[in-house]
């Protein structure tokens, strides 16, 4: 059996143009990381790794353009290298734990070559007989967030069976990645779809990306800052407490509507309180996975546009209305591929320089490693997520509700993120708790860090 080759998927293209245009960029890759606190089998793993990517074709993928065409190349056999190991068992204390940190940072900043080998590596760092560190990174042209969660499951099954030399107890594999993709270009070659793609479109006409002001300034004779063009972010992490998480729950559930729903409109509300511009676009991670690809792996995951038009002299709960019935909207129509909807959009004689999203608000996809005998901690380590100004992702579980928060720098400094972290928190308590009082009538902009719009920069004691 040779190699199978097949189009570039509409969902893969805008992670392929961003690649060509900065092939040396760590946007998109999506690690695991993980300290594990038992014996570790590196030949267990560097089997469990080719088996995963002989059951999962896009892990076994490659891209090729040709005069302007992108085809997608699986390689029938996974010929990976051999998991990556960096061995510090003779270091100890401060020494080791400063290498560990360098070889986690590396690990999930490497790059891969698209167009070389499959955009898959594992990276085991063996600090001594009974603790190893563990990085798992693969890029999203590959593999969106809950296809991670079938890999990582299937590493772990193939893993633990290997050590036990037992026969894994694994799934049946779904059709692969290019049985999606022809199903999804036959379904956009279709008169209808061709119809809603233009009218989702046209309801888009005059929309910009909405974005939370920055300090650029700031950056202004700091040699240190970034320039425009750099992608590094600023990741925080923020964990509403046990009270605020149980109303944000309490509040959906009465509102007929969802916690994320509750936790967007809150972001919808800041924004248009922190701009002045009630016409809210924002971009959400939707997923197009069917029953039929439901184990497949590869980018089933859209970016559906929402666009609210928030009144602040009104009540949160009317603007709950509003962000819940546009985000329903979206999602009915999230087979519609962002970079057409972009492509369109922009076509269609949007301003010239603006985005149709700068800020992405998602909700996260859960999954987790098991490899049996010993302990297992998982680290969070997001790296930068493309051209968007922020982008945040929520995770909500019965044990509660986290907000990771990525700033690009070359937009927000790192207090000026810090304070609109806590910002968040306020605001969203004090809509929860008043949601029947005009919003305007709350003091929300009083609780917004000082940034002078005008300017685009933090206002000082003087400008206050």
Same mark, same amino acid.
């Given at each position: 059996?040779?190699e199978?080759?097949?189009p570039?998927?509409?969902l893969?293209?805008?992670?392929?143009?961003?690649?060509?245009?900065?092939?040396?960029?760590? %946007?998109?890759?999506?690690p695991?990381v993980?300290? +594990?606190?038992?014996?570790?089998?590196?030949a267990?793993?560097?089997? %469990?790794?080719?088996?995963?990517?002989?059951r999962?074709?896009?892990l076994?993928?490659?891209?090729r353009?040709?005069?302007?065409?992108?085809? $997608?190349?699986?390689?029938?056999d996974?010929?990976?290298?051999?998991?990556? /190991?960096?061995?510090?068992r003779?270091?100890?204390?401060?020494?080791?734990?400063?290498?560990?940190?360098r070889?986690i940072?590396?690990?999930?900043?490497?790059?891969?070559?698209?167009?070389?080998?499959?955009a898959?590596?594992?990276?085991a760092?063996?600090?001594?007989?009974r603790?190893?560190?563990? !990085?798992?990174?693969?890029?999203?042209?590959?593999?969106?967030?809950?296809s991670?969660?079938?890999?990582?499951?299937? +590493?772990?099954e193939?893993?633990?069976?290997?050590?036990?030399?037992?026969?894994?107890e694994?799934?049946?594999?779904?059709?692969?990645?290019?049985? +999606?993709?022809?199903?999804?270009l036959? %379904?956009?070659?279709?008169?209808?779809?061709?119809d809603?793609?233009?009218?989702?479109?046209?309801?888009?006409?005059g929309?910009?990306?909405?974005?939370?002001?920055?300090?650029?300034?700031?950056?202004?004779?700091?040699?240190?800052?970034?320039?425009?063009g750099?992608?590094?972010t600023t990741?925080?992490?923020t964990?509403?407490?046990?009270?605020?998480a149980?109303?944000? /729950?309490?509040y959906?559930?009465?509102?007929?509507?969802?916690?994320?729903?509750v936790?967007?409109?809150?972001?919808?509300?800041?924004?248009?309180?922190?701009?002045?511009?009630?016409? /809210?676009?924002?971009g959400?991670?939707?997923?197009c996975?069917?029953?039929k690809?439901?184990?497949?792996v590869g980018?089933?995951?859209?970016?559906?546009?929402?666009?609210?038009?928030?009144?602040l002299?009104?009540?949160f709960?009317?603007?709950?209305?509003?962000?819940?019935?546009?985000?329903?909207? %979206?999602?009915?129509?999230?087979?519609?591929?962002?970079s057409?909807?972009?492509?369109l959009?922009?076509?269609?004689?949007?301003?010239?320089g603006?985005e149709? !999203?700068?800020?992405?608000?998602?909700?996260?996809?859960s999954?987790?490693?098991?490899?049996?005998?010993?302990t297992l901690?998982?680290?969070?380590?997001?790296?930068?997520?493309?051209?968007?100004d922020?982008?945040?992702?929520?995770?909500?579980?019965?044990?509660?509700?986290?907000?990771?928060? $990525?700033?690009?720098?070359?937009?927000?400094?790192?207090?000026?993120?810090?304070?609109?972290?806590?910002?968040?928190?306020?605001?969203?308590?004090?809509?929860?708790?008043?949601?029947?009082?005009?919003?305007?009538?709350l003091?929300?902009?009083?609780?917004?860090?000082?940034?002078?719009?005008?300017?685009d920069?933090?206002?000082?004691?003087?400008?206050?």
């Amino acid at each position: 059996m040779g190699e199978h080759i097949f189009p570039l998927g509409p969902l893969q293209e805008q992670f392929w143009r961003f690649w060509r245009q900065n092939p040396r960029s760590t %946007a998109y890759i999506m690690p695991e990381v993980y300290l +594990f606190d038992g014996a570790f089998d590196v030949a267990a793993a560097t089997f %469990a790794l080719d088996e995963t990517a002989r059951r999962h074709e896009s892990l076994r993928t490659t891209f090729r353009e040709v005069d302007g065409t992108v085809t $997608q190349i699986v390689s029938p056999d996974p010929a990976h290298a051999p998991v990556e /190991v960096l061995d510090l068992r003779e270091l100890s204390g401060t020494a080791q734990a400063e290498r560990l940190e360098r070889a986690i940072a590396d690990a999930t900043n490497a790059t891969f070559d698209l167009t070389a080998r499959p955009a898959i590596r594992l990276t085991a760092v063996l600090l001594s007989d009974r603790r190893t560190g563990l !990085v798992l990174s693969a890029h999203q042209i590959i593999c969106d967030g809950s296809s991670m969660a079938l890999v990582v499951d299937d +590493f772990g099954e193939l893993y633990r069976s290997a050590r036990a030399d037992t026969t894994p107890e694994l799934a049946p594999v779904t059709p692969g990645y290019a049985a +999606f993709v022809t199903d999804q270009l036959t %379904a956009l070659a279709d008169d209808i779809s061709r119809d809603d793609l233009k009218s989702w479109v046209e309801g888009l006409s005059g929309a910009g990306g909405s974005v939370l002001p920055g300090d650029s300034r700031a950056a202004v004779g700091n040699p240190a800052a970034p320039d425009n063009g750099d992608l590094s972010t600023t990741l925080l992490s923020t964990t509403l407490d046990d009270g605020l998480a149980d109303q944000v /729950v309490a509040y959906g559930r009465r509102a007929g509507s969802t916690p994320f729903s509750v936790l967007l409109c809150a972001m919808s509300v800041m924004i248009a309180a922190a701009t002045g511009d009630g016409d /809210v676009c924002a971009g959400t991670a939707t997923s197009c996975r069917t029953p039929k690809f439901a184990r497949t792996v590869g980018m089933l995951t859209n970016m559906a546009v929402t666009r609210s038009r928030i009144d602040l002299s009104g009540t949160f709960a009317e603007a709950m209305h509003e962000v819940s019935m546009n985000l329903l909207d %979206a999602i009915d129509n999230k087979d519609l591929p962002f970079s057409k909807v972009a492509d369109l959009w922009r076509a269609d004689g949007s301003p010239a320089g603006t985005e149709l !999203v700068r800020t992405t608000f998602s909700a996260g996809a859960s999954g987790g490693l098991a490899l049996g005998e010993g302990t297992l901690s998982e680290r969070v380590a997001r790296t930068s997520q493309g051209p968007f100004d922020l982008g945040v992702v929520c995770d909500i579980t019965e044990a509660g509700i986290a907000l990771d928060w $990525q700033y690009a720098l070359r937009a927000y400094s790192p207090q000026l993120s810090r304070d609109y972290c806590d910002a968040y928190q306020e605001i969203l308590a004090m809509l929860l708790t008043h949601s029947e009082t005009a919003m305007d009538s709350l003091g929300i902009t009083e609780v917004l860090p000082l940034v002078d719009r005008r300017t685009d920069g933090v206002r000082g004691e003087a400008d206050a």
